[in-house]
């Protein structure tokens, strides 16, 4: 069932006896509290899984007397009643611990809510997991990681500066010849001489953009090649917030 909102001191001594001999969890909050507003959906979820328990929102404010009479000094405050006595208290956003209070003292008879499975229905039934997919063959041609991927990054990076000086690239016998190619070539020229460019010509034939000389890897005539199915990440269970709470009048 859905939290309960507590509106004064006198409806909640109404909706408190209304429980029934029921499990009774109670959210002393308060509208001006972040660590309130914070772990307010966590109890929201439990009291929808916790069907058989009453779950009371009750705003410190609003109810005055009542937070006085149960002596509470710091939002959010949970406390968790079973047969109108009181069994544990909380203080402060701890979404662990609250999870724990309610486990332990909610009514467990209708705390799962899947569906069940009827004995007749066990016969010959089979499971529904889909089969894995077979891993795809390797193929002899499939090229490897580029190994000059890193240098061609920096190449990048350098043409990217030089070309905001105005340098443009050139075409050369079918290859293009960058900004940064032509520093480094210069470079080496003025320290190795013609050997330089020797070097040089071999950086430019080896760091051509779009890894024009980079041989493509193709699947042998006849065959059919099958590729993996890519699963989504797992979800993670991250936990932003975990704090003490908010003192009354801290705001």
């Known amino acids: 069932m859905p939290v309960v909102v507590v509106n004064g001191d006198s409806d909640f001594s109404r909706k408190f006896s209304a429980a029934n001999g029921k499990a009774v969890f109670i959210d002393f909050t308060a509208s001006w509290c972040g660590p309130c507003k914070y772990i307010a959906p966590v109890f929201d979820d439990l009291a929808n899984q916790y069907k058989g328990s009453v779950f009371l929102k009750v705003d ?16 959010p405050t949970f406390m968790a009643f079973v047969g109108g006595q009181k069994k544990a208290t909380i203080q402060g956003a701890d979404e662990s611990g609250l999870r724990s209070m309610v486990a332990k003292y909610a009514s467990t008879s209708v705390a799962w809510s899947g569906t069940g499975q009827r004995l007749s229905d066990t016969a010959g039934s089979t499971s529904s997991a889909p089969n894995p997919a077979p891993r795809a063959a390797p193929t002899g041609g499939a090229p490897g990681p580029n ?31 960058q900004p940064s190619h032509l520093l480094i070539a210069l470079g080496l020229l003025l320290f190795l001489g013609p050997f330089g460019l020797v070097i040089g010509g071999a950086i430019i034939f080896f760091t051509q953009p ?8 193709q699947a042998p005539s006849g065959s059919a090649t099958q590729g993996t199915r890519q699963q ?16 009354l009048g801290g705001n």
Do not use: H, K, W
């Open 60 to 75: 410190v404010d609003e109810c005055s007397g009542t937070a006085q009479s149960y002596g509470v000094n710091a939002m």
């Open 147 to 177: 190994p000059l991927q890193g240098l061609n990054q920096v190449f990048e990076s350098l043409n990217g500066t030089l070309r905001g000086y105005g340098l443009t690239d050139l075409t050369v016998g079918g290859f293009t010849i």
């Open 210 to 217: 779009g890894g024009a000389r980079q041989p493509s890897a």
């Open 232 to 247: 989504p990440p797992p979800p993670t269970n991250a936990r932003p917030f975990g704090g003490a709470g908010q003192r």
